[in-house]
């Protein structure tokens, strides 16, 4: 498919191009396995002499696709789907740090991916330190080590909304030889593509926007195919030496270096550890990417018609979105996220924790959920749902105030969703 379509084309057409006669939309090959005519066929697909499909726990044909079409929306070399966004997360940092390897991660990251680093994978012997992503230059060059093999980051992080100086990431993994992972999550391609900006591999939980309709689990990998790793050889020899269970081939010489990394994650990783989509879910998903430049744009304005609302409203203590001139990353976001940053607001209700629980049982449209970037209009008051455990001072030390209210803006009409808001405002 051609490099020059818009963004906009390529989610709809790109990933698959049926041939004559072939079905119009993307076939669900729902088969563990697959048939051979000899037993040296299929040996040479063991040893990745040849690409093709042997069993469905390592690729699939409907998963492989759906990955190739959020490669084209990223405009990257390779790509791969897991079975969530945790799955890719993990996969994307564990293909090139293992134990007695060290990490450095921006603090404001999505909650699940904050523990997968900082508990289950501590315990695996990966070191994370934790930077702030408002660091000067000197604190993140301060943070590496001679044994840190990547730098982590989300481009608009969930649920801070910090916005990440993309370019000063990138460049301070770069001059310590090694890449930028950014988890692409909240803005998707439509709103930023982080390979434009210096990051070199791109994550998803394609959970969230990429599905849209609350449907399917699921996760993407993306490789930029920029970073050379020949030239850090030392500090990946997972890449750049032979991997004796598959023969002896080293994956950067076989697969280049736009093919190496998805390449190793998938022989290896999800070999050894089987988060793969199930392919019905991954025709779920391509139904959600065919429409995402529509839905993530009014996502977008929908959002920033909700902060602007929210900002002028005198029971309204602050509100949090990139898009208000007042707001601490709107100069950031300008740059990297001109045609606005995702659906999601957060703001504080007057009057303390008591005050917001009492807004959120008068909503009638907007739904009380443990989820964002659905079509449908959802919120959550995290002082009593995700961080319920913590007392006040502990909840103010990690960003999340007691009466910190997280909206997901839906794709309803925004007079509906503003209108709720107002109406739930009004009782309290
Ligand atoms: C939800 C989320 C994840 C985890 O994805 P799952 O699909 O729920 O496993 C990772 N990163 C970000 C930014 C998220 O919002």
Same mark, same amino acid.
């Given at each position: ?8 084309t390529?989610?709809?057409?790109? +990933?698959?191009?049926p041939g ?10 729902q ?11 299929m ?8 690409p093709g ?5 390592l ?9 190739a ?5 990223e +405009?990257?070399?390779a ?5 969530? +966004?945790?799955?890719?997360n ?5 293909n090139?740090?293992?134990a ?11 909650g ?13 012997g ?8 408002d ?18 980051g989300e ?8 916005v ?20 692409n ?9 982080p390979?434009?900006?210096?990051a ?9 926007y990429m ?12 490789? =930029? ?6 030239q ?14 598959y023969?002896?081939?080293?994956y950067?010489e ?10 190793k ?35 977008t304005?929908?959002a920033?018609?909700?902060a602007?609302?929210l900002?002028?409203h005198?029971?309204?203590e602050?509100?949090?979105?990139s898009?208000l001139p ?14 606005? =940053? ?5 703001f ?19 739904a ?5 970037a ?6 959550l ?12 001072s ?9 009466n ?16 709720d808001?107002?109406?739930a405002?009004?009782?309290?």
């Amino acid at each position: 498919m051609s490099k020059d379509l818009k963004i906009e084309t390529r989610c709809v057409q790109a +990933g698959y191009t049926p041939g004559n006669g072939e079905p119009r939309q993307v076939p669900i090959i729902q088969s563990t396995t697959f048939k051979y005519d000899s037993s040296s066929e299929m040996g040479r697909l063991f040893d990745l002499e040849v690409p093709g499909y042997f069993y469905t726990r390592l690729q699939n044909p409907t998963n492989d696709l759906v990955a190739a079409k959020i490669c084209a929306l990223e +405009g990257g070399t390779a790509a791969m789907l897991t079975s969530s +966004g945790q799955a890719a997360n993990f996969f994307a940092v564990f293909n090139i740090a293992g134990a007695g390897d060290h990490v450095v991660s921006s603090s404001t990251i999505y909650g699940g991916t904050f523990n997968l680093f900082a508990v289950t994978m501590a315990k695996m012997g990966v070191e994370f330190t934790f930077v702030n992503p408002d660091c000067t230059p000197e604190e993140l060059d301060a943070a590496f080590r001679p044994n840190t093999k990547a730098v982590f980051g989300e481009t608009v992080a969930n649920p801070a909304l910090v916005v990440l100086d993309i370019e000063m990431f990138a460049d301070a993994a770069h001059r310590h030889g090694v890449p930028l992972i950014m988890d692409n999550t909240f803005p998707t391609p439509i709103n930023c593509r982080p390979f434009e900006w210096g990051a070199d591999i791109v994550t998803h939980s394609t959970t969230k926007y990429m599905d849209g309709h609350g449907a399917a689990v699921g996760g993407a990998i993306v490789d =930029s195919g920029h970073f050379d790793w020949r030239q850090y050889a030392d500090k990946f020899p997972g890449l750049c030496t032979p991997d004796e269970s598959y023969h002896g081939i080293t994956y950067v010489e076989k697969f280049g270096v736009e093919g190496a990394f998805i390449t190793k994650c998938t022989a290896q990783l999800m070999r050894d550890l089987g988060s793969i989509p199930s392919p019905q879910n991954s025709f779920i998903l391509n139904l959600g990417l065919e429409s995402l430049h529509v839905r993530v744009k009014r996502h977008t304005e929908n959002a920033q018609a909700m902060a602007e609302y929210l900002n002028a409203h005198p029971k309204i203590e602050y509100v949090n979105h990139s898009g208000l001139p007042g707001d601490r990353y709107y100069a950031r976001a300008r740059k990297y996220l001109p045609s606005g =940053s995702c659906g999601v607001v957060s703001f504080g209700i007057k009057g303390g924790r008591q005050k917001a629980e009492e807004f959120m049982g008068h909503l009638r449209i907007c739904a009380i959920e443990t989820h964002v970037a659905d079509a449908r209009t959802c919120i959550l008051h995290p002082a009593s749902a995700t961080h319920r455990q913590m007392t006040d001072s502990q909840l103010e030390a990690c960003g999340v105030l007691p009466n910190l209210v997280r909206l997901s803006c839906g794709i309803e009409n925004v007079a509906d969703l503003i209108a709720d808001v107002d109406q739930a405002l009004a009782k309290i």
